[in-house]
C-alpha cells in the first residue's frame, strides 16, 4: 500500500530553523516533493527531490534518502508568514498524480 | 510560468443541484490534469485523473456519475459535481504539469458550500 508520514503539528519561534520529517513507502518512486499550504489556500511547490541528498533554495532545504524511505524540510531564519501546513507529496510514477501525506501545521511565534 | 487557473474560487448551492469547477492551463498544454478534494484539516485526496480526449480515471470510492469530468481540450478540464449534497462541502483543487516529472502546480481552488 502507500503510506506517507509526517507529524501532525509543530511550533517554533521565529528566527528559529525547524526540520519537518516526512518517512514514505509506496508502490513506486519518481520523486519527493515539498509543498507549502496557507489556510484555505491552494498548495505552492516549495521544492523537489529525486535523487538522495540536499538541494537548497533559500531558507528552505529539503533531504532524500531513497533506501531509507525518508525526507526532512529544513526551514531556517523562520517568519511569522511561514506559519502554515507543509504538505509531503511522492510520485510513484511519471506523469501520474502526487500521493499526499497529511500535512504537518507549523505555527511560528514571536 | 505553468500557471492554472480555477474558476470559480467559491460556490454556494442548494442540495440537488449542480455545480461546474473549470480548470484551465494558461501557459502550457496540458493532457492530463488532476483533481483532488481537501476536507478541513485534512491532506489532498486524488478524486480523479482527467485524461484529454478520452475518459477519466476515478480513485476508490469516488463515484464517476456524481462527479463528472470532461477535458475536451488540452487547456480545459471540468468537474460536474452533480446533485450536490452537503458531504459534498469541501475544497476542490484541480493541478497540473508542464511536462511529465516536473512539479504539479495547483490552480487556487474551489470552496464549495451545498445548504
Known amino acids: 500500500g502507500q503510506n506517507i508520514d509526517q507529524p501532525t503539528e509543530m511550533t517554533a519561534t521565529e528566527g528559529a530553523i525547524v526540520q519537518i520529517n516526512c518517512t514514505y513507502q509506496?508502490?513506486?518512486?519518481?520523486?519527493l516533493f515539498w509543498y507549502q499550504q496557507h489556510a484555505g489556500e491552494a498548495p505552492t511547490f516549495l521544492s523537489y527531490?529525486?535523487?538522495?541528498g540536499l538541494e537548497e533554495k533559500g531558507r528552505f532545504s529539503s533531504f532524500l534518502s531513497r533506501s531509507k524511505g525518508y525526507s526532512y524540510l529544513l526551514l531556517k531564519e523562520l517568519q511569522m508568514k511561514d506559519s502554515a501546513s507543509y504538505l509531503c507529496a511522492v510520485s510513484n510514477q511519471a506523469g501520474t498524480a502526487l500521493i499526499f501525506g497529511k500535512g504537518t501545521t507549523l505555527s511560528v511565534s514571536s | 510560468g505553468a500557471v492554472v487557473s480555477q474558476h470559480p474560487s467559491r460556490v454556494i448551492c442548494k442540495s440537488g443541484t449542480s455545480v461546474k469547477i473549470e480548470c484551465r492551463s494558461l501557459?502550457?498544454?496540458?493532457?492530463?490534469m488532476f483533481w483532488y478534494r481537501q476536507f478541513p484539516k485534512q491532506s489532498l485526496m486524488l478524486m480523479a485523473t482527467s485524461n484529454e480526449g478520452s475518459k477519466a480515471t476515478y480513485e476508490q470510492g469516488v463515484e464517476k456519475d456524481k462527479f463528472l469530468i470532461n477535458h475536451a481540450s488540452l487547456t480545459l478540464s471540468t468537474l460536474t459535481v452533480t446533485s450536490a449534497h452537503p458531504e459534498d462541502s469541501s475544497f476542490y483543487i484541480c493541478?497540473?504539469?508542464?511536462?511529465?516529472?516536473?512539479?504539479?502546480?495547483f490552480g487556487n481552488g474551489t470552496r464549495l458550500t451545498v445548504t
Open positions: 509506496t508502490s513506486g518512486f519518481n520523486g
Open positions: 527531490n529525486v535523487l538522495d
Open positions: 493541478s497540473a504539469s508542464p511536462r511529465s516529472g516536473s512539479p504539479l502546480h
Open positions: 501557459d502550457f498544454q496540458a493532457t492530463t
